[in-house]
């Protein structure tokens, strides 16, 4: 072990080989991270984890035996999409059962302990993939393999997903919304791709009350998500004390992203991070898992990554870019109580 590293990736060059040519989910993204910590010379700093290939009895925790067939036979054919968003190459089944099982790679450093926080550079994202039905540039639903993962080989029932994507992850909402184990979180524009993720979805049957949405309209920036997990997910969590924490990053949420209108800075996902990193170091012995969902400015992708990772190692290395504008507005906390007024029944924490 190298001493000291508590702060791994994983990445691999077979992400680059689900080729997607012009779209904006293409491989230059995780180039442009890989660079941009080559840089900043960190790349020492982490730990490379090793990802593998998932298995496709590992894919089924989150997905139909149909579906993931017609994957692996649309990438055989030379299929070039599996819908209008949704690009596909002869490579693809190849890299998303790697990116799936690179996320439980991830899974299993940290619950063995050997690293504290694992940010996974994956390609194809996932929480937009349904069981049946791999939607917005997704195949296999990453976060929800990793938290099946951990609960089978770990025996932990608590898992938080957090997604910060800037859009709705209807994928893990669906798989776990009957199920009280894993507590899916979502803060994303509203209305935007994919469409779900209203405030009053929040989870049905033994799993009501733990879907929990803040859906906001654009323009929101780092202080009004910092409020947003300050008066929500770090409450919520106070009461439910995850066992580990998975981050469903997307990037996208980022002021310049050219798809989406949020206004968050780099630095706001370093401040993020920074919140689920006192929610682990409270809750798991810091258990954090990254996933990479969206972010399309390849340049902002980069830089509020290393944010991230400049927050969970301690670095304290920064970036030049200018911080996000302050303001707190009326807006943000009429979203807040709209959401704790409908988990007050569930969560005592909400009606305080
Ligand atoms: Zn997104």
Redesign the pocket.
Do not use: K, N
């Given at each position: 072990m190298t001493s000291g590293i508590r702060t791994g990736i994983v990445y691999d060059d077979m992400y680059l080989l689900h080729e997607t040519g012009m779209h904006p989910e293409k491989k230059e993204r995780l180039k442009s991270i890989m660079s941009y910590l080559e840089k900043r010379d960190v790349l020492k700093k982490l730990e490379k984890v090793e990802p593998r290939k998932a298995k496709v009895e590992e894919i089924e925790y989150a997905h139909n035996r149909d579906y993931i067939e017609q994957i692996e036979s649309y990438c055989a054919k030379g299929y070039n999409a599996i819908d209008m968003d949704t690009f596909i190459s002869a490579n693809s089944y190849e890299a998303a059962l790697l990116a799936a099982g690179g996320s439980m790679a991830a899974v299993d450093k940290v619950m063995k302990d050997e690293l504290d926080h694992v940010f996974c550079f994956v390609r194809p994202p996932g929480h937009h993939a349904e069981p049946s039905q791999g939607m917005g540039f997704c195949l296999f639903n990453n976060a929800a393999i990793a938290a099946y993962h951990a609960m089978k080989e770990y025996d932990i029932e608590r898992v938080l997903i957090f997604d910060w994507?800037?859009?709705h992850g209807n994928g893990t909402q669906l798989i776990f919304y009957h199920d009280p184990r894993v507590l899916y979180s979502s803060v994303h524009q509203s209305p935007a791709f994919p469409g779900t993720g209203a405030a009053d979805e929040i989870g049905a049957g033994k799993g009501e009350g733990y879907t929990v949405n803040v859906p906001l309209s654009g323009g929101f920036g780092d202080n009004d998500y910092e409020l947003i997990l300050r008066e929500l997910l770090v409450p919520l969590c106070d009461e439910y004390k995850p066992q580990l924490i998975i981050v469903s990053a997307?990037q996208?949420a980022h002021e310049s992203d050219p798809l989406a209108g949020m206004a968050l800075s780099s630095h706001g996902y370093g401040m993020m991070a920074g919140i689920m990193k006192e929610i682990a170091d409270k809750y798991c012995d810091g258990k954090i898992v990254l996933l990479l969902?969206?972010g399309y400015n390849v340049n902002a992708l980069a830089e509020s990554v290393f944010c991230v990772l400049d927050t969970l190692a301690g670095w304290e290395m920064g970036i030049e870019s200018k911080k996000g504008e302050i303001l707190e507005r009326q807006a943000t906390r009429d979203r807040i109580d709209i959401v704790k007024d409908k988990l007050m029944p569930f969560w005592p924490t909400m009606a305080e």
């Open positions: 994507d800037v859009h997307g996208d969902e969206g």
